[in-house]
Structures are given as structure tokens and as C-alpha cells.
């Protein structure tokens, strides 16, 4: 999927891999996440280059998860945005973790940091939490366009991971909202509108009620949002997570 919002917007996705957007600001060409494959990651870059005929100024990393990082090697010569956090999880990737996912020469981790919240003339980068404790949300004020990184699933079901928090995740979404949105890139899936994101905040509640008993397996199944997103797999993996938090 390469789909130009406007002359100034573009998206570069697959079919249920990561996006990622590239908008076009005063202050040169802002790349948000630069994908799992390096390569994927340099032909981006040729492709933005083609598009826009405008320098890149700054590329920012939504969250520390691979399919959002390992393409940074691409632009390492550029200015790398993220919360702390980020950087200090990618610094913590050890033989293990990296074993589990293709190859990669080197890691670049970003060079231009912050700890909650960064904020210039026509950019808001804010940490929520949610998904990741590290998730951030980039927000384009002119062109009131929000990019969530995995905060958002659009049409696929959302990965939970070992260290989500599904409370801060709600509250991460109702803050989205609060920005009012005429642009919304998930993480994955289609470009987004606000029932994308109510949609969200009710597969993450209801979740949460099926972890507490409130709801069974059946009720979930037979509820179109969630029987009609695609890769059933991660609900399954999801709820394993989602039990051994509550175990421990």
C-alpha cells in the first residue's frame, strides 16, 4: 500500500505489516517508523525522496518493537526522534530477542531523545504507554493528522504484548480522540477515522472482561469486532499474555 493523502502525505504499508508515514512539514520531511527490513527501509527513503523533492529533516520511532526500528539503519545519517524509554529498550535487545527475527547487520538507535513529551511549532511527540510502556503518538497539527504506531490495529487484531497495559492503552486512545483527528495511521491496517479507535477501545475492554470473568470465549468470538479482523493467531497469543499477567 502507497497511499498519498494529499501532496503532502504519504503512506507506506503492506498488507499487515507496519506503516509507515511520511508528511511533509516546513522544516523538511518528517519519516514516522522505518519498518522491520533495511531494504524495505532505503527503497522508502528513494520513494519519499522521488515524491517530495525535499530534504528529510527528522525520522521518529513510535515505539522500541522491531517491525517499527530496524529500518532506522537506513537514516542513520538523520536526526532519530523517541521517548527514552525507546532507546533504552532497543539498548536492551539481547542474542535471545534477536534471535527470534531476521537478521540485521546493526542496530541504529535514535540519537535525539525525550522523556514524556516533544513539541515544536507544528509537532506534538507525546509517550502514553499503552501498548509498550514506550508508546508515543506523533501528532501533525496543521494537517491534524495523528500517527499511533501499535496503539491502533485497524482491521487486524491488536498484538498484546508481555508488557502491555490495557488501561493505559483506553486512556491512550480517548487522549487520540481528544486531539480531533481527520487523519488517523495505525500501526498496521488501513488509514483510520475515530470509530476506528472507539472500535479499539472496545476490543481492549472487552478483553479486559473476559480476563476478569465477566464475559466467556463465546461472547468474544461471536462479537464482529472481533470475529471480523484478520490474524486470529494474535488473539490467542494475546490472551496467553493477558493470563500469565494475571498469574504472576
Known amino acids: 500500500?502507497?497511499?498519498?493523502?494529499?501532496?503532502?502525505?504519504?503512506?507506506?504499508?503492506?498488507?499487515?505489516?507496519?506503516?509507515?508515514?511520511?508528511?511533509?512539514?516546513?522544516?523538511?520531511?518528517?519519516?514516522?517508523?522505518?519498518s522491520l527490513f533495511p531494504e524495505k527501509a532505503r527503497k522508502v527513503k528513494e520513494l519519499v525522496n522521488d515524491f517530495f523533492k525535499r530534504p528529510i529533516g527528522v525520522v521518529v520511532n513510535t515505539h522500541y518493537h522491531p517491525d517499527h526500528t530496524f529500518g532506522n539503519v537506513a537514516f542513520e545519517e538523520f536526526k532519530i526522534v523517541s521517548s527514552e524509554l525507546t532507546k533504552?529498550?532497543?539498548?536492551?535487545?539481547?542474542?535471545?530477542?534477536?534471535s527470534k527475527l531476521p537478521s540485521i547487520d546493526k542496530i541504529v538507535t535514535p540519537n535525539f531523545l525525550f522523556d514524556e513529551e516533544y513539541e515544536d511549532r507544528n509537532l506534538l511527540i507525546k509517550r502514553l504507554g499503552g501498548h509498550t510502556p514506550d508508546s508515543s503518538i506523533i501528532f501533525f497539527k496543521q494537517e491534524r493528522l495523528v500517527?499511533?504506531?501499535?496503539?491502533?490495529?485497524?482491521?487486524?487484531?491488536?498484538e498484546i504484548v508481555a508488557d502491555s497495559d490495557l488501561d493505559a492503552w483506553i486512556d491512550a486512545l480517548k487522549f487520540i480522540?481528544?486531539?480531533?483527528p481527520i487523519w488517523i495511521v495505525p500501526g498496521h491496517g488501513e488509514i483510520a477515522n475515530t470509530e476506528s479507535l472507539r472500535a479499539m477501545e472496545r476490543y481492549l475492554m472487552k478483553m479486559k472482561r473476559?480476563?476478569?470473568?465477566?464475559?466467556?470465549?463465546?461472547?468474544v468470538m461471536s462479537d464482529e469486532n472481533f470475529s471480523k479482523r484478520k490474524f486470529p493467531e494474535l488473539f490467542g497469543w494475546s490472551l496467553e499474555n493477558l493470563l500469565h499477567q494475571r498469574g504472576s
Open 88 to 98: 533504552s529498550f532497543m539498548e536492551s535487545f539481547d542474542e535471545e530477542y534477536l
Open 147 to 158: 500517527v499511533t504506531g501499535d496503539l491502533l490495529f485497524n482491521g487486524f487484531h491488536p
Open 177 to 180: 480522540e481528544t486531539l480531533k
Open 210 to 219: 473476559l480476563i476478569e470473568g465477566a464475559v466467556n470465549l463465546q461472547d
Open 1 to 34: 500500500m502507497i497511499k498519498a493523502l494529499n501532496d503532502r502525505i504519504v503512506v507506506i504499508g503492506a498488507e499487515g505489516s507496519s506503516n509507515v508515514t511520511a508528511v511533509l512539514t516546513k522544516d523538511g520531511v518528517v519519516i514516522v517508523d522505518t
